[in-house]
């Protein structure tokens, strides 16, 4: 069972446009990360998000993490070809040191 | 140092050799894990150590056999592997208290069973 729900699976886009990515859960997390993924590589830490209603920015990378800390966003303004990569989300859940991922979004930007 | 660090980066094995996988961090953190992901998914928890003991299996068959040696190495010991444990095998690390479970990933070992 996946507890976080991503949307959408896959984006391709043109550079220069705007995107949002979803991560859903009907479980409250105590935080909340986003990591971006290039293939044959690790994840790597873009954000963890902690409180409710929380909104952080990364240069043209905005996370929002909603109030009841189920749910969170990620947008992307002007993407550029250097943004392509699968975006998960991770939940920290209940047992420590645990944390549960999301299916992940693949984007492409395309110059 | 942010750096966690795996050896090797691709592996080639036959079903009945015996291989281990090598994972270090010098970050001071106190959790280390290991995940199996497979292409064009998230990864999958396998194991997580909190302060050098086991604390998590996720029903991991005992082909895989995870070792801490201290609070800066993990291993992962792997012995009559199937072609289906093919996979990009990745350790983090993280604070691992609680609301501070944010991970840093290696760069993962390709795995091929053949």
């Known amino acids: 069972t996946q507890l976080l729900e991503q949307s959408p699976q896959f984006l391709s886009i043109q550079e220069g446009e705007n995107l949002t990515v979803y991560c859903n859960s009907s479980?409250?997390?105590?935080?909340l990360q986003w990591y971006r993924q290039e293939p044959g590589e690790g994840p790597v830490l873009l954000v963890t998000?902690?409180?409710?209603?929380e909104v952080k920015k990364l240069k043209r990378l905005t996370f929002q993490f909603g109030d009841a800390r189920k749910d969170s966003s990620l947008h992307i303004t002007a993407a550029q070809p250097g943004d392509t990569g699968l975006y998960l989300c991770?939940?920290?859940?209940?047992?420590?040191?645990?944390?549960?991922f999301g299916a992940g979004t693949q984007v492409v930007v395309t110059p | 140092d942010t750096e966690v660090t795996q050896t090797p980066k691709h592996l080639v094995m036959g079903m009945t050799n015996k291989k281990s996988l090598k994972c270090e961090q010098h970050?001071?953190?106190?959790?280390m894990y290991w995940y199996k992901q497979k292409a064009k998914k998230p990864p999958e928890l396998m194991f997580v150590?909190?302060?050098?003991?086991?604390?998590i299996n996720e029903s991991v068959p005992s082909r895989f056999s995870p070792e801490c040696p201290n609070s800066s190495l993990l291993n992962l010991h792997l012995h009559a592997l199937q072609p289906e444990d093919s996979a990009l095998y990745l350790c983090?690390?993280?604070?691992?208290?609680?609301?501070?479970?944010?991970?840093?990933f290696g760069q993962g070992t390709r795995l091929t069973v053949v």
């Open positions: 983090a690390s993280s604070q691992g208290a609680p609301g501070n479970t944010e991970a840093f």
């Open positions: 479980s409250v997390f105590s935080s």
């Open positions: 998000v902690v409180t409710g209603g």
């Open positions: 991770a939940g920290e859940t209940d047992s420590w040191g645990k944390f549960q």
């Open positions: 970050m001071g953190h106190r959790a």
């Open positions: 150590y909190s302060y050098e003991k086991l604390s």
